[in-house]
């Protein structure tokens, strides 16, 4: 029985953990979410450019600060032959960022914001939770950045940009043990990952203005490895003592150490912005992420019952592929005071399919459509975005044996931002 136990336990601790990973973020920028993202880095119509290109400060002549919060909404129905599990719930993404014009040639900035990021919740007896290998209940992963940024602009009309970034990150995994309470009725073993930590990238840009109505941009932010430990526990629900007793006496229940270095990947923006008159203004972005980075996912656990099945760590295949990103935005200058704004996108899956999409992240191809406001007034300005995410069918079955899940998401994205200039 102690041998059932752990090469049970110890298989359904690795299909859990293979469900985690991160996907990037954009929302710290309302103007940006307005329309699409399109022009990102090079717009100047907030403080954001340190985030996308680090260039394209020198397109906002101003000095300021810069306020913001998002909203992105995941809503998700998750179908099975057991009937159909839903989520609908809202994740809130602050950001701040402040911007320095020593001169008309140099200048700085400093920011801190959440660039990658991921949450799914499953209630702990839905049939995600209670039916399917991994047992999912709760995902979540927040990168935040912390950018110190410069940039110099040149008499040819070339600014040149680079940022160091500081990288927090934060992560758990919650699952039901479903291997182990099949063989073992009563056991109702959870598992609880948690690890954090810290590592650095860095972002390098460029940006031309052919003139005063056009520009480009190219930024590539580096790749980062997360240096992360935590803690992993263990636990029963049950009530029966023999139960606890057993587990306690195989080492089964209680806390023990966590690690992970997983690979956040490098990625392009190619950003172009064209203004056609006074009231009318044409933004697109092409965004490349080298996610063939996340092609595994690395994961320790000092659990005996790992090391007792012979597993020498939790690494599982995740299979990731680059993903591109195409935006075409449009600026309407309605007046001294008020700038409207729309965008289209399509985001590109990193998911290699249904054999590797986890319930984790039942992540598909995604079309963006958005809408957008500013009003400025005095040093003041008010910034709105909304988008609405499409996002393509998907289904997941990990395992051969394992329950199929079909999904029917879509995302919804609120931002306000206030500029302060001076």
């Known amino acids: 029985m102690k041998k059932i136990y752990l ?3 110890a298989t359904l601790l690795c299909a859990s953990q293979a469900n985690a990973a991160g996907y990037q973020l954009n929302e710290f920028s309302a103007t940006g979410l307005g329309r699409a993202f399109a022009g990102s880095g090079i ?6 450019a340190l985030g996308y290109n680090p260039a394209g400060m020198t397109a906002n002549k101003n000095s300021g600060v810069q306020l913001g919060i998002a909203a992105t909404e995941i809503a998700s129905k998750a179908k099975s032959k057991y009937g159909t599990d839903k989520m ?33 919740k499953y209630k702990h007896d839905s049939n995600v939770a209670t039916k399917s290998a991994g047992g999912a209940r709760k995902s979540y992963l927040e990168v935040i950045d912390t950018n110190l940024s410069a940039a110099y602009r040149f008499d040819s009309g070339l600014s040149l940009g680079a940022s160091a970034i500081l990288r927090h990150i934060s992560g758990q995994l919650t699952s039901n043990l479903n291997s182990v309470n099949a063989l073992v009725p009563g056991a109702d073993l959870y598992s609880d990952f948690k690890v954090k930590g ?42 029966n003592p023999m139960i606890i007793g057993g587990l306690e006496a195989m080492g089964l229940v209680g806390r023990f150490h966590s690690a992970s270095d997983p690979e956040l990947p ?14 009318w203004g044409t933004s697109a972005t092409v965004k490349y992420v080298q996610w063939h980075r996340f092609y595994t996912f690395p994961g320790e656990s000092t659990w005996p019952g790992l090391q007792m099945a012979h597993k020498q760590n939790l690494d599982v295949d995740y299979k990731w592929k680059d993903a591109w990103t195409f935006a075409l935005g449009q600026e309407y200058y ?16 990193p998911s290699a ?50 329950l199929e899940v079909k999904y029917h998401n879509h995302s919804n994205m609120f931002a306000l931002q206030y500029q302060y200039k001076f």
């Open 198 to 239: 810290w590592s650095h990238t860095y972002q390098l840009g460029a940006m031309y203005d052919f003139d005063e109505n056009t520009r480009v941009g190219l930024s590539y932010r580096f790749k980062s490895t997360q240096r992360t430990k935590g803690k992993h526990y263990i636990s029963s629900s049950s009530t």
């Open 88 to 120: 609908d719930y809202f994740v809130p993404l602050p950001s701040f960022i402040s911007h320095w014009t020593v001169n008309n040639k140099l200048f700085l900035g400093f920011g801190v914001y959440v660039t990658y990021g991921l949450s799914t």
């Open 334 to 349: 309605m007046n001294e005071n008020w700038t409207l704004r729309a965008g289209a996108a399509w985001d590109q899956s």
């Open 43 to 48: 717009m100047g119509d907030d403080f954001s």
């Open 353 to 402: 399919g249904s054999g590797y999409r986890t319930n984790r992240i039942p992540d598909t191809d995604r079309i963006w459509t958005s809408l957008g406001a500013s009003y400025a007034t005095g040093n003041h300005q008010f910034d709105l975005g909304y988008a609405h995410l499409f996002m393509m069918h998907g289904s997941t079955r990990n395992q051969p044996s394992d």
């Open 7 to 9: 090469a049970a336990a």
């Open 266 to 279: 490098a990625s392009w923006i190619l950003s172009g912005f064209h203004k056609w008159n006074n009231q």
